[in-house]
Structures are given as C-alpha cells and as structure tokens.
C-alpha cells in the first residue's frame, strides 16, 4: 500500500494522498516529545478550556522542536496555527445566524491557513485532498461502512440519550432548527477530516511512524470533540473513531471514503438529537435507554 522509508517505516503516501517520501530518520525521543506537547497542548485548549495553559503547552513544544529538528519545526507551526485559530472562539454548539457564521469562517480559516503557508511558502504538496482514487470501493470498504451504520444505530442513541450528552446542544424546536442543524452537524463532520486527517495526521506523517502520527492526531480529535459536546463518556467511542479514521484514511486514501463514514455517523447523530428533544419524531432508535 505504501513505500518504505530509510529506518523501515511505512511511507508518508499513504497519509498524503499518494506521495510515498517516508520519515528519513527514526524519531528520537526529543523529537516525539515536541509533538506531543504540540498535540497534547489541545487538551488543555479545547478539553479543559484553559487557553493559557494551553498556549503555554504549545510554545513549549515549538520550543523543542526548534532545538531538536528544523524541518519538524515547520510543520509543527501549521498544526500549531490551525489550533490557535480554533480556540479563539467557544466550540459549544449554537444554531444562530452569528453562531454557525463564527464556525463557518474560523473553521475554514483553520484548515485554509496552514494549507496556503504549506504550499505557497514552503513551496510542498503534504496537505491534499484526494478526491479521485479512481478506483471502486472495496468489499472492505462497503463492509466497514455496513459496520458503522449498525454499530452507530446501536450505540449511539444509548450514549446521547442514556448519559444526556445532547444536553450540549441547544434545544431543537421547529423546523428552522432542524434544517440548521443538520447543515452544522455535516458541516463540521466535513471540516474533521480536512484538519484532522488531512492535515495533522499528514503532518505528522512525515516525521513519525504511522502509529505514532495517528495517536497523535487522535489527541487533537478527541479534544475538539469534547469542547463540542462529545463528554462524559462520549472518549470511549470519539478514540477508537479518530483511530480508525486515520487507519481507514491511510489505507484507502481516500478523502470521499473517510467523509462518507463520518457524515454516516454523523446523520445517526442528528437523528438522535431531533428525536431527544422531539420525540415523536425520528423514533426509529430501538436501544433509546428513556
């Protein structure tokens, strides 16, 4: 599926949408701790909502990344940008006209800078989108996607409305709601793979072995989803989501794929929402706990 690198790893192609340069040297423990920090430093940004702290994880992972290797330190900073970007403003859902236009334009400044200063500063092709694999969809593929629709219909329902995570989101009253939300629940379903896995995990890739750039990426993920809503024990499915993105990202290489998958679980999702606070309606969800 992918090349293979100097130290043995597998190549960055499978992360990057086709390019198959793979890490040149195996990550040293200086180097892996640069980005952690850069990535752990989301825990505390969006998890704990404890921007200074946050901030000072960040600039503290620069930092090492600046005295152990240059070129990490690059793309380090795009990663770094994007998550400042995101914490200037409350992940918390809100529907409003102003709401979804904050969402809107800090989200695809998010993805949009760190894409600009890769390819027109840095003059490199390791942020992309692949759209046509040109190739069909595997018996995998349509299997996993079949796995996703059962597990997501099954569990779901009990996590949203057994613990009452859709508390987190505003109440959905009217038709206008409806509409909104679910254009902001696929929205930002979208928006995930373009920064998640198109972005940090195909940063990371070009520095760190595939396991390792994928735990990563998943702390960022994982993260972001908490401030949206996805708490209490929501982690115990949003880690193994983010997990499997990456992997699924990585072997498919394929953007509409990994979207597909997402926006499948993302439509269980907002029944599940416009059926917690109107129950009459989307009442199709057997393992409802209320």
Do not use: K
């Not at 920090?37 to 600039?59: D, K, N, W």
């Not at 219909?153 to 859709?166: C, E, H, K, T």
């Not at 983010?242 to 498919?252: E, K, M, N, V, W």
């Amino acid at each position: 599926m992918s090349g293979r690198g100097t130290d043995g790893t597998a190549g960055a192609g499978s992360a990057a949408g086709g390019e198959e340069p793979a890490p040149t040297v195996r990550p040293t423990a200086g180097r892996l701790v640069a980005a952690a920090l850069v990535t752990a430093s989301a825990v505390p940004l969006f998890g704990l909502q404890e921007r200074p702290i946050g901030y000072a994880v960040l600039v503290a992972g620069l930092v090492v990344a600046a005295a152990v290797d240059r070129a990490l330190l690059r793309h380090l900073l795009l990663i770094a940008a994007g998550l400042v970007v995101i914490s200037t403003m409350s992940l918390e859902a809100d529907l409003s006209d102003g709401g979804m236009a904050r969402f809107a334009v800090t989200l695809t400044a998010a993805v949009a800078l760190p894409y600009a200063v890769s390819r027109w500063v840095y003059r490199e092709d390791v942020i992309r989108f692949p759209i046509g694999t040109g190739n069909r969809w595997s018996r995998f593929e349509f299997g996993y996607l079949a796995l996703v629709v059962v597990g997501g219909y099954l569990i779901l329902p009990v996590y949203f409305l057994g613990s009452g995570a859709y508390l987190n989101w505003p109440e959905i009253t009217g038709t206008d709601e409806i509409v909104r939300l679910f254009i902001g629940v696929n929205g930002v379903g979208l928006w995930d793979e373009l920064f998640f896995v198109c972005t940090v995990f195909a940063l990371l890739r070009r520095h760190f072995p595939f396991w390792q750039a994928n735990l990563l990426q998943a702390v960022v993920f994982v993260s972001f989803l908490w401030e949206l809503g996805y708490r209490g024990w929501g982690p115990l499915l949003t880690v193994p989501f983010a997990l499997l993105q990456g992997y699924i990202f990585a072997r498919t290489r394929s953007l509409p794929y990994v979207v597909t998958v997402h926006l499948t679980f993302d439509l269980i999702i907002f029944g599940i929402l416009v059926h917690a606070y109107n129950p009459a309606l989307a009442d199709v969800f057997i393992t409802d706990p209320r």
